[in-house]
C-alpha cells in the first residue's frame, strides 16, 4: 500500500534522518522524496510503501506523531487513494 507522508515545521538538523530512520526501522520504503526549505519552514513529501512493514497504517501514524511532538514539527500519513482524491481539481 502506498502512502503520502507530510512533514513541515520549523527547520532544524535531523529532520529527514530522525523520520527516515523510523521508516526503515518499520520496513516502510520511500519509493519518492522531495524536501525544501521556504525561509525557515521546512517541507517534505515522501511517497512510501508499507506493503512489507510489520505495523499497520494506523499503528505507523501514532508513531509519527509522536516522533514530530517529539522533534517539533507536523507529520502526516494518508493512503495515496485518499491523498490523491482531495487533491483533484
Known sequence: MKCVL???GK???GIIAKVSTLLANN???I???SQTIMQST???IMLVNIS???VTMQELKENL???GEEIGVS???QHEDVFDAMHRV
Do not use: A
Open 52 to 54: 512489507n512493514s510489520g
Open 11 to 13: 527547520d532544524k538538523p
Open 31 to 33: 519509493e519518492d522524496i
Open 75 to 77: 507529520i502526516h500519513l
Open 6 to 8: 507530510t512533514v513541515i
Open 27 to 29: 520496513n516502510v520504503n
Open 65 to 67: 506523531k509522536e516522533l
Open 42 to 44: 521546512f517541507t517534505m
